[in-house]
């Protein structure tokens, strides 16, 4: 596995990473068990993955404790992200936004126990708070960089204005935010505003939730507490809609011999250098699928093909339902 460079300050992490939050929380049905977990991850390590990214609001809680009891046998080998931004006493708090700087103080105290770490690699807000001041924000995190309790400030979500003025503040090592082949919106402000300051890129989502493995279809029927249900883009109508795509990614797999997902990865690799996608799993037989995807470089014929079916197949439904849109993009 390659090493990538996220932002300018010398943040250098596989150039695939692995996204935890499906570990324990948003995908319904019972979470992985401690044990099957723990194992997923070591394995990650074992075959060369060294960013692993988590938050504070999957599980609540039980998703970092799962990451720092796994990795704390290996902590000075890896890249461990982790999020503040919401407000977790109580219920519904993917509804309650908070990042004043005394909730950004507590959350970092609580994250560094259940990591079992001494300092935060990567410290995202997870989405902009409008009742703060970004420069708040991204002062609060420069005086726990400046304490050792972090060691580098991302933003997730976050509009180009938004990324601006916290980057003045505070260099901005990575945005996280959803990119795929069925989500290009980042390439037409977000990706040249990033180049532009040197920041990092670290698409999540990069398999459209599953959907672009070629897994689900209109009749698969998810979990009552499954995430998915909630997003227009998962109704069977749009996943039938969407089926064309992902045919067209087939055919495009097919003759290379690798698989829908594989070529998805690539192609998010081919973007440019300085993005790591952080694709997920529960199985290891997907996580070595996945992984396999960074020895696959598209030639310039099957990425123009690529860019043909997207120029003729445009993706049916919205990817947020409007109350967690309005979230996004500040």
Not at 52 to 71: H, I, K, R, S
Not at 97 to 105: A, D, F, G, K, Y
Request: hydrophobic share 40%.
């Amino acid at each position: 596995m390659k090493g990538r460079f996220l932002g300018r300050g010398g943040l250098q992490v596989s150039e695939l990473g692995l996204g935890c939050m499906g570990l324990s929380h948003g995908y319904g049905g019972r979470p992985a068990d401690r044990r099957t977990g723990i194992e997923l991850l070591r394995a990650a390590v074992e075959r060369g993955v060294t960013f692993f990214d988590t938050a504070e609001v999957y599980g609540p809680f039980t998703n970092e404790e799962l990451v720092g009891e796994a990795l704390a046998p290996v902590r000075d080998g890896v890249v461990i992200a982790t999020k503040f931004g919401f407000d977790t006493d109580g219920p519904n708090a993917l509804d309650r936004l908070n990042s004043r700087p005394e909730h950004i103080r507590r959350v970092a105290e609580a994250s560094l126990r259940r990591l079992r770490t001494e300092a935060i690699d990567l410290f995202y807000q997870h989405r902009v708070d409008p009742s703060v001041p970004i420069e708040d924000v991204a002062g609060t995190v420069r005086e726990l960089i400046g304490e050792g309790k972090v060691r580098h400030f991302g933003l997730s979500e976050a509009g180009v204005e938004t990324i601006r003025r916290a980057h003045a503040v505070q260099p901005v090592a990575a945005l996280q935010s959803e990119y795929s082949l069925w989500w290009r919106e980042p390439e037409h402000e977000i990706l040249p505003a990033l180049e532009e300051l040197g920041i990092g890129f670290v698409p999540f989502a990069p398999l459209g939730r599953g959907f672009l493995t070629g897994a689900i279809d209109a009749s698969t029927q998810f979990d009552s507490d499954d995430f998915r249900n909630k997003l227009p883009r998962f109704a069977a109508q749009a996943r039938e809609a969407n089926q064309a795509l992902l045919d067209r990614l087939g055919a495009i797999a097919d003759a290379r011999g690798a698989t829908r997902a594989q070529v998805a990865l690539a192609w998010l690799l081919s973007r440019r250098p300085w993005i790591v996608p952080i694709p997920g799993t529960t199985k290891l037989h997907r996580l070595e699928e996945n992984l396999g995807s960074a020895s696959i470089e598209l030639s310039a014929s099957e990425l123009a093909a690529i860019e043909r079916a997207l120029a003729e197949i445009a993706v049916v439904g919205a990817r947020y339902p409007e109350q967690l849109q309005r979230n996004v993009g500040r």
